[in-house]
Each structure stands twice: as structure tokens, then as C-alpha cells.
T-cell receptor, first 116, second 114 residues
């Protein structure tokens, strides 16, 4: 149980284009989903927290107009990187928290984004 | 605010030897503490967590950790390393209570030498 999937697992795009990453909880309802960014050999940096049906809460320094998050259902959240640039290249990981699961998060396998 | 310090970005052990990964935390309130493992190009998998109760916590794959409030530590141990344990390990902390943000340490890469 508690499986989270991400799609795609990797993506390469040209500078200036937008990329959408999906995060799905496969066997539970995720009231809260988190989006992290991980640079090589570094820890996870929380980008934003999204609750189903409401606007995402972004961490300080994260551009909400650049990283659009939608959490339209209890099993799906999407992160759209708009007008991507090479500096946006990174490993993006989502996690999901079930109702009543308090602080335990279940992580997706991550998406490797490379912007040329 | 909470924070986590992982001592040693790289740790090497021989197969069969004791694994000890160090984690110290800072929290103004009673913390919840976690250890996660990450294999290359994968997400994080929860190894174990401490919330309340017994301070010695047992997790998956033979790992355990002990919450020591006096030392503000939550070190991860395994009596005998296996080749499959080679991965990146992250310690994390959050405030106690429901739905608190989790803060991750910088990670420790464990190498197991045959």
C-alpha cells in the first residue's frame, strides 16, 4: 500500500517551453501533496505544499508563477514548470500524505528534468 | 524552527560491519524524527520514525535508531552491513503533532565495501 507514482520519470525540453509533471497516489487518498526539488548530491528542498481543492502554499523564494501546482483531486497533483530554463534542470520529487497519517509522507520515484 | 545535522556526507563500511549514521536535531518543541533511504534516481523510502513512546525504534531492513533527548540525537544503526544497503540516507525532523512540515538533513551516502 501507500504507493505514489510520478510521470514522466524523465523529460528533456527546450528552453522556454513548459513541462508538466504528474504525481498520483495509487492506493490512498492524499489530502496533502508536497513538491520537492533535489539538486545533485544535495538534500530535498520543499518547494510547495498543496491541499486538495485549494491553492498551494509556496516556500520562500519559490516563484509561484513559474512553478504552477494544481491539486484537483485527492489522488492527483501536477507541477508545471513554465518557460523552463537550464537552471530549472533538477530532480523533482513529490510526496503525499494520507488523511490521518500525520507527518508520514510517501514519496514518488522522482522526475529528472533537463532543460537544454 | 527545526533543523537536522547529519555528520559525514560519506560513510564507508565493510560488508558485515556495523553501520552507524549520525543525526543531530534542533527543535524548540518535542520532535518527530525520521530516517529515509534513497536509491539512485528514486524517491525516498521511510526506514523508521520516532513520534512518541519507546525511544529505540526498529525499522525495515534491520535498521534501528535511538532517540536521545539529552544528546538531541537520532543515530541510525545496523549491526551488519549488506551490499544492498549502499544508498543515500536522510534524517528528517518535524514538530510533533499533526501535519507539520518536515525538514530534511543533507544526507549521508553509505558505501559498502565487499
Amino acid at each position: 500500500g501507500a504507493v505514489v507514482s510520478q510521470h514522466p520519470s524523465w523529460v528533456i525540453c527546450k528552453s522556454g517551453t513548459s513541462v508538466k509533471i504528474e504525481c498520483r497516489s495509487l492506493d490512498f487518498q492524499a489530502t496533502t501533496m508536497f513538491w520537492y526539488r533535489q539538486f545533485p548530491k544535495q538534500s530535498l528542498m520543499l518547494m510547495a505544499t498543496s491541499n486538495e481543492g485549494s491553492k498551494a502554499t509556496y516556500e520562500q523564494g519559490v516563484e509561484k508563477d513559474k512553478f504552477l501546482i494544481n491539486h484537483a483531486s485527492l489522488t492527483l497533483s501536477t507541477l508545471t514548470v513554465t518557460s523552463a530554463h537550464p537552471e530549472d534542470s533538477s530532480f523533482y520529487i513529490c510526496s503525499a500524505r494520507a488523511e490521518g497519517a500525520y507527518n508520514e509522507q510517501f514519496f514518488g520515484p522522482g522526475t529528472r528534468l533537463t532543460v537544454l | 524552527a527545526q533543523s537536522v545535522t547529519q555528520l559525514g556526507s560519506h560513510v564507508s563500511v565493510s560488508e558485515g560491519a556495523l553501520v552507524l549514521l549520525r543525526c543531530n536535531y534542533s527543535s524548540s518543541v518535542p520532535p518527530y524524527l525520521f530516517w529515509y533511504v534513497q536509491y539512485p534516481n528514486q524517491g525516498l523510502q521511510l526506514l523508521l520514525k520516532y513520534t512518541t513512546g519507546a525511544t529505540l525504534v526498529k525499522g525495515i531492513n534491520g535498521f534501528e535508531a535511538e532517540f536521545k533527548k539529552s544528546e538531541t540525537s537520532f543515530h541510525l544503526t545496523k549491526p551488519s552491513a549488506h551490499m544492498s544497503d549502499a544508498a543515500e540516507y536522510f534524517c528528517a525532523v518535524s514538530k510533533s503533532g499533526g501535519y507539520q512540515k518536515v525538514t530534511f538533513g543533507t544526507g549521508t551516502k553509505l558505501q559498502v565495501i565487499p
